[in-house]
Each structure stands twice: as structure tokens, then as C-alpha cells.
């Protein structure tokens, strides 16, 4: 790959280990993927937050980073972490869970990276259309590529942590337009009704491209929420980081391999979500972190409900929207829900909460929960989420 001058000075050294290390860490990644340089980037976005899922190996060597003084050189965020600030986990916890969660945190700090603690850093800056990106969460990929018109591939934790050390991520994969175009057409036959099917449609193409491309028509009017829950889903169950949604093909895409999905088809991974069909100890939104408009959304489904005693109801966005929707969260809580930021169910510790049952309208939680959480889960639309939630 080839280095600029300066870039050639930070690879021996000139300005200090940490620095070296990033940029040997791109150098290795560009290589293997054939980038022939490195290009500057708008943003990094680093996941490997959560002590849950990070463990001990990686603190050493975070720590070894921050404490040599390096800063991120770009705007820089951070995932949800495994513990909420207001403090709903922490007696829950032993102290040393805490400690750790919090430390992990603080050298992210010390080193610029804005603690965010969200899977949805567009909802707190929107990168521009066009602009390329180092960023390290699948959902968040999916929705920068698609959504957004944004560029990046996606990163792992160090990776997109190496890029905000040094501004700058390996051109290859979806920083290059040759690698964007589709290579399948999705023919969706069934009417898509809700935000949740949306999703399972995601885990369904995920399993099926592994992948590929897709541009997906039949898509009557989504809405944002439906294609982040489409995106999310869509990245979990495979390796897609970019979508087309249509409602008609265009014609370049006409000669593309096709693949159908009929109301079977959709109803079967739906329904494939689900482990069982128990009462939940928790019902859970916000996979991945709502919008201000989804908060609202809860909000307004709740009005005037009650949330039974022996279910935790939890709403999660980040703390950014959070404070932007100060009058639906009011609403959420009056009705006995919860509205929490800088977690998620899945990164936290949902078995020690006593949670056996988890109920969510997230595809993405669905998919991980009974693995990374070892939770029975009951996946339903965001409607249902709440009927069963509430009292009558
Ligand atoms: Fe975000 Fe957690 Fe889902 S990090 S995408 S809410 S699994």
C-alpha cells in the first residue's frame, strides 16, 4: 500500500507507539484487502464498548493507547456500553463489573471519543451524503450505506478505533463504487405491515445473500424505522452492508439474479424469531436505538396504559434523543415503562436482572438474544410489545 510522507513518518515512529500502532493496523488490513492507500475519513464510530462483551484482554491494551496521550484526529463516537449511568444495572452488579464498565468508558474519553454510548450516532450527528466513514457497528453500516448515501465498510472495534487515531481508513470494499453496484434483485411479494416484518425480512435476506447486494422491490412506502429495522436485521444474519430499497426495479438491475419472497417465506422467519410463546419478564424497544419520532411512537401507545408489575418495560435511544423527547419519556415513565440510555438489553446482563423472557420487535435481538443472552425470546410487533406490556 502505498504511504504518503507523513504517513510513512507515523508508520516508524516519529509520533509516538500509539499512533504507530493504528497506522500499522490499517497498513495490515489494507493490505490484505489490496487498498492501494489510505483516504481521510468524516467519521469513526467504535464498537467494543460493553465489559460484557469486551471482557479483560482489551483493557490493557486501550490502556496502554489512551495513556500515551494520543487523540482521536476526527469526530469519533462510541456503541452502547453494558451499563446505564442512571444506575438501573448496578445493583444487579458486583462492584468490579462497574469499575470495569466505567474505566473502559474513561480510556475511550481520554483518548476523544465522544461517550455517546448509542448503536444510532446519526441521530446525534448525520454524516453528509457521500462522506466516507470507519465505523464499527453492523446496524449502523447497513443504515450509513443505505439510508444515509454515506460510505464505509464494516469495521471492527480496533480498526475503526486505529481510524479515528489517525483520520484516515484503507480505501477498499464499499469506499469504492465499483464494489456498491447490486448483484441480486429482491422481488418482495407480500404486502410488509409493519416495522417488525420488516426485520424478519432482513434476517431472511441475510441468511439467503450471505453477502451479496441487493436491490429489494416491492417496498411499498417504508418509513425510516422500518428500514433501519431492515437494515439491522439484515446485517445480523449475514454479511450485507448495503441495500437498494425500491418500489420498482430500475432497469439497469432488470438482468440481475432474482430471488422471491412470498408471504410463506416472511411468515416462517417471523415466526422462527420466536423460542417460545411465555409471558416476558421484560418487553424491550429499541434495537437499535430509537429515534426521537420512535420514542414518540411508544409514547403515544402507551397513553393511558399501565405496565403490569412483573414486567419491565424498557425503551432504549441514546442519551442524546433522550433529552430531545424530555415529554414522551415523561409519558413512558408515568405509565411504569423505562426509557434507558447508553445500554442495550442484549450487550447488559439480562439474566442477572432476572430476566428469563425477553419480548422484543427487534429482528436483531431476536436473532442474538437466545445466544448472547441466553433468554428464551418472543418476538412481536411493537403493537403487541405493548398490549402485552400493559394491562388492559
Ligand atoms: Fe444497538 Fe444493542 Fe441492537 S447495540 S443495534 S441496541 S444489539
Same mark, same amino acid.
Given at each position: 500500500?502505498?504511504?504518503?510522507?507523513?504517513?510513512?513518518?507515523?508508520?516508524? *515512529?516519529?509520533?509516538?507507539?500509539?499512533?504507530?500502532?493504528?497506522?500499522?493496523?490499517?497498513?495490515?488490513?489494507?493490505?490484505?484487502?489490496?487498498?492501494?492507500?489510505? +483516504?481521510?475519513?468524516?467519521?469513526?464510530?467504535?464498537?467494543?464498548?460493553?465489559?460484557?462483551?469486551?471482557?479483560?484482554? %482489551?483493557?490493557?491494551?486501550?490502556?496502554?493507547?489512551?495513556?500515551?496521550?494520543?487523540?482521536?484526529? +476526527?469526530?469519533?463516537?462510541?456503541?452502547?456500553?453494558?451499563?446505564?449511568?442512571?444506575? +438501573?444495572?448496578?445493583?444487579?452488579?458486583?462492584?468490579?463489573?462497574?469499575?470495569?464498565?466505567?474505566?473502559?468508558?474513561?480510556?475511550?474519553?481520554?483518548?476523544?471519543?465522544?461517550?455517546?454510548?448509542?448503536?444510532?450516532?446519526?441521530?446525534?450527528?448525520?454524516?453528509?451524503?457521500?462522506?466516507?466513514?470507519?465505523?464499527?457497528?453492523?446496524?449502523?453500516?447497513?443504515?450509513?450505506?443505505?439510508?444515509?448515501?454515506?460510505?464505509?465498510?464494516?469495521?471492527?472495534?480496533?480498526?475503526?478505533?486505529?481510524?479515528?487515531?489517525? *483520520?484516515?481508513?484503507?480505501?477498499?470494499?464499499?469506499?469504492?463504487?465499483?464494489?456498491?453496484?447490486?448483484?441480486?434483485?429482491?422481488?418482495?411479494?407480500?404486502?410488509?405491515?409493519?416495522?417488525?416484518?420488516?426485520?424478519?425480512?432482513?434476517?431472511?435476506?441475510?441468511?439467503?445473500?450471505?453477502?451479496?447486494?441487493?436491490?429489494?422491490?416491492?417496498?411499498?412506502? %417504508?418509513?425510516?424505522?422500518?428500514?433501519?429495522?431492515?437494515?439491522?436485521?439484515?446485517?445480523?444474519?449475514?454479511?450485507?452492508?448495503?441495500?437498494?430499497?425500491?418500489?420498482?426495479?430500475?432497469?439497469?438491475?432488470?438482468?440481475?439474479?432474482?430471488?422471491?419472497?412470498?408471504?410463506?417465506?416472511?411468515?416462517?422467519?417471523?415466526?422462527?424469531?420466536?423460542?417460545?410463546?411465555?409471558?416476558?419478564?421484560?418487553?424491550?424497544?429499541?434495537?437499535?436505538?430509537?429515534?426521537?419520532?420512535?420514542?414518540?411512537?411508544?409514547?403515544?401507545?402507551?397513553?393511558?396504559?399501565?405496565?403490569?408489575?412483573?414486567?419491565?418495560?424498557?425503551?432504549?435511544?441514546?442519551?442524546?434523543?433522550?433529552?430531545?423527547?424530555?415529554?414522551?419519556?415523561?409519558?413512558?415513565?408515568?405509565?411504569?415503562?423505562?426509557?434507558?440510555?447508553?445500554?442495550?438489553?442484549?450487550?447488559?446482563?439480562?439474566?442477572?436482572?432476572?430476566?428469563?423472557?425477553?419480548?422484543?420487535?427487534?429482528?436483531?435481538?431476536?436473532?442474538?438474544?437466545?445466544?448472547?443472552?441466553?433468554?428464551?425470546?418472543?418476538?412481536?410487533?411493537?403493537?403487541?410489545?405493548?398490549?402485552?406490556?400493559?394491562?388492559?
Amino acid at each position: 500500500m502505498h504511504l504518503t510522507a507523513e504517513e510513512e513518518k507515523i508508520y516508524d *515512529g516519529e509520533q509516538g507507539w500509539a499512533y504507530q500502532t493504528a497506522l500499522k493496523i490499517l497498513v495490515k488490513l489494507g493490505d490484505l484487502f489490496n487498498a492501494e492507500k489510505l +483516504i481521510p475519513i468524516e467519521s469513526s464510530h467504535v464498537s467494543g464498548v460493553s465489559y460484557k462483551t469486551l471482557a479483560d484482554a %482489551p483493557i490493557e491494551f486501550l490502556e496502554a493507547l489512551a495513556q500515551t496521550g494520543a487523540k482521536a484526529k +476526527i469526530a469519533s463516537t462510541v456503541n452502547p456500553s453494558g451499563l446505564d449511568y442512571e444506575g +438501573i444495572m448496578w445493583s444487579f452488579l458486583p462492584r468490579h463489573v462497574k469499575e470495569k464498565q466505567e474505566k473502559i468508558v474513561d480510556l475511550y474519553k481520554k483518548m476523544g471519543i465522544k461517550p455517546v454510548l448509542t448503536c444510532t450516532p446519526y441521530y446525534v450527528s448525520k454524516p453528509k451524503q457521500g462522506s466516507h466513514l470507519a465505523w464499527a457497528e453492523s446496524s449502523a453500516v447497513v443504515y450509513a450505506n443505505s439510508v444515509l448515501g454515506s460510505w464505509t465498510n464494516r469495521e471492527g472495534g480496533p480498526s475503526a478505533l486505529a481510524s479515528a487515531l489517525i *483520520g484516515k481508513t484503507p480505501n477498499y470494499g464499499l469506499h469504492k463504487s465499483e464494489n456498491r453496484k447490486p448483484n441480486v434483485r429482491i422481488r418482495v411479494e407480500t404486502e410488509l405491515k409493519s416495522e417488525a416484518e420488516y426485520g424478519a425480512l432482513g434476517i431472511f435476506l441475510g441468511k439467503n445473500l450471505v453477502d451479496k447486494t441487493p436491490v429489494i422491490e416491492g417496498l411499498r412506502y %417504508p418509513r425510516e424505522t422500518d428500514l433501519k429495522q431492515l437494515g439491522a436485521a439484515l446485517a445480523s444474519s449475514g454479511m450485507t452492508s448495503v441495500f437498494y430499497p425500491c418500489r420498482r426495479c430500475p432497469k439497469k438491475a432488470e438482468k440481475l439474479e432474482k430471488l422471491a419472497v412470498d408471504e410463506q417465506s416472511l411468515k416462517k422467519a417471523f415466526e422462527d424469531l420466536s423460542t417460545c410463546s411465555g409471558e416476558p419478564d421484560m418487553v424491550f424497544v429499541g434495537c437499535p436505538h430509537c429515534s426521537l419520532n420512535e420514542v414518540r411512537h411508544v409514547a403515544r401507545l402507551v397513553q393511558g396504559r399501565k405496565v403490569k408489575e412483573n414486567v419491565r418495560f424498557w425503551v432504549c435511544t441514546s442519551r442524546h434523543v433522550k433529552a430531545k423527547a424530555a415529554w414522551h419519556v415523561q409519558k413512558i415513565e408515568a405509565a411504569g415503562g423505562k426509557v434507558v440510555s447508553d445500554l442495550c438489553a442484549v450487550v447488559t446482563w439480562l439474566r442477572e436482572l432476572g430476566v428469563d423472557t425477553l419480548m422484543t420487535s427487534s429482528a436483531k435481538t431476536a436473532f442474538y438474544a437466545p445466544t448472547m443472552n441466553k433468554v428464551d425470546v418472543r418476538f412481536a410487533t411493537l403493537k403487541q410489545c405493548v398490549e402485552t406490556a400493559c394491562h388492559r
